[in-house]
T-cell receptor
Framework: GIQVEQSPPDLILQEGANSTLRCNFS?????LQWFHQNPWGQLINLFY???GTKQNGRLSATTVATERYSLLYISSSQTTDSGVYFC???????????FGTGTKLQVIP | ETGVTQTPRHLVMGMTNKKSLKCEQH?????MYWYKQSAKKPLELMFV???????ENNSVPSRFSPECPNSSHLFLHLHTLQPEDSALYLC????????????????FGEGSRLTVL
């Protein structure tokens, strides 16, 4: 099956700093999602982005499908951005979504 | 609010108990999923239902028994669980399965945190 790797595994930021999270995948993909898991466990949709670039407030994401990676940018980070960020993708037109191992982000005041 | 509601949010049960987790989606989706998230492990897909029919059982032990009475509701019946089954159980839905004219974009509930004593 497809392999999904995320980097860095852990990240500590000062409030107000910017960051880039990376998701690499081993095969061509049909779609890609970014999620934020809050401290209470809920997975919140950030982006559905099989290709191209999208922006939502302080967050933006870019997927370069031909290069098999996706990036999540967080600008002017806030303490509420803390949590774990996952990318997830489908491969081969199949319903089995593969999740990356996540990037744990801590934003400190 | 994601449109996917899970109850209970927290559950503590003994190994001989029988309990159920409930998931309800208000998004008009046709596919529903159970995922398991254990500490230090990636999310694991457990079951997939599409139009009430099970399409995926990812080698889940029989002590976990899913039920999907309609496209809006999904249950996970639990019996004779083991302490290692303690985890966060996440329900998700999508408009349809990926690759059949749908993106397969997933929407998750808040999760049910299960502790087995």
């Amino acid at each position: 099956g497809i392999q999904v790797e995320q980097s860095p595994p852990d990240l500590i930021l000062q409030e107000g700093a910017n960051s880039t999270l990376r998701c690499n995948f081993s095969d061509s993909v049909n779609n890609l999602q970014w999620f934020h898991q809050n401290p209470w466990g809920q997975l919140i949709n950030l982006f559905y982005i099989p290709s191209g670039t999208k922006q939502n407030g302080r967050l933006s994401a870019t997927t370069v499908a031909t290069e098999r990676y996706s990036l999540l940018y967080i600008s002017s980070s806030q303490t509420t951005d803390s949590g774990v960020y996952f990318c997830a993708t489908h491969s081969g037109g199949y319903q089995k979504v593969t999740f990356g191992t996540g990037t744990k982000l801590q934003v400190i005041p | 609010e994601t449109g996917v509601t899970q109850t209970p949010r927290h559950l503590v049960m003994g190994m001989t108990n029988k309990k159920s987790l409930k998931c309800e989606q208000h998004l008009g989706h046709n596919a529903m999923y159970w995922y398991k998230q254990s500490a230090k492990k990636p999310l694991e897909l457990m079951f997939v239902y599409n139009f009430k029919e099970q399409t995926e059982n990812n080698s889940v032990p029989s002590r976990f028994s899913p039920e999907c009475p309609n496209s809006s509701h999904l249950f996970l019946h639990l019996h004779t669980l083991q302490p290692e089954d303690s985890a966060l159980y996440l329900c998700a839905s999508s408009r349809g399965l990926a690759g059949v004219g749908n993106t397969g974009e997933l929407f998750f509930g808040e999760g049910s945190r299960l502790t087995v004593l």
